[in-house]
Nanobody
Framework: QVQLVESGGGLVQAGGSLRLSCAAS????????VGWFRQGPGKEREFVAY????????VYRDSVKGRFTISRDDAKNTVYLSMNSLKPEDTAVYYC??????????????WGQGTQVTVSS
């Protein structure tokens, strides 16, 4: 079992920045990766980025490349999502999840509670 807790969401103006944190606890395994997903009002949950726990491999969806950066602090067992140049279309509840190497939410069995990111125009 893996427990995940997100933090760092909030309200920001377009062009601003936020850094989300995902703190993991419980037993983890080398095959787990941590992904960030988001779900806007009335929209499907979509993939944002993922990073492996035991390597430095990262993958991003096209719309956030060059603006978002996923990183990890192994000593703190924490994954971060640094978001720059935020746009109103980035408004969503952001979730971190642990699972397999995939861009599909169904491949991630462990989820955090979500943190709201709102970007005003």
């Amino acid at each position: 079992q893996v427990q995940l807790v997100e933090s760092g969401g909030g309200l920001v103006q377009a062009g601003g920045s936020l850094r989300l944190s995902c703190a993991a606890s419980g037993r983890t395994f080398r095959n787990y990766v941590v992904g960030w997903f988001r779900q806007g009002p009335g929209k499907e949950r979509e993939f944002v980025a993922y990073i492996s726990w035991s390597s430095v491999s990262t993958v991003y969806r096209d719309s956030v490349k060059g603006r978002f950066t996923i990183s990890r602090d192994d000593a703190k067992n924490t994954v971060y999502l640094s978001m720059n140049s935020l746009k109103p279309e980035d408004t969503a509840v952001y979730y971190c999840a642990a699972g397999a190497v995939s861009d599909s939410p169904t491949s991630y069995p462990y989820w955090g509670q979500g943190t709201q990111v709102t970007v005003s125009s």
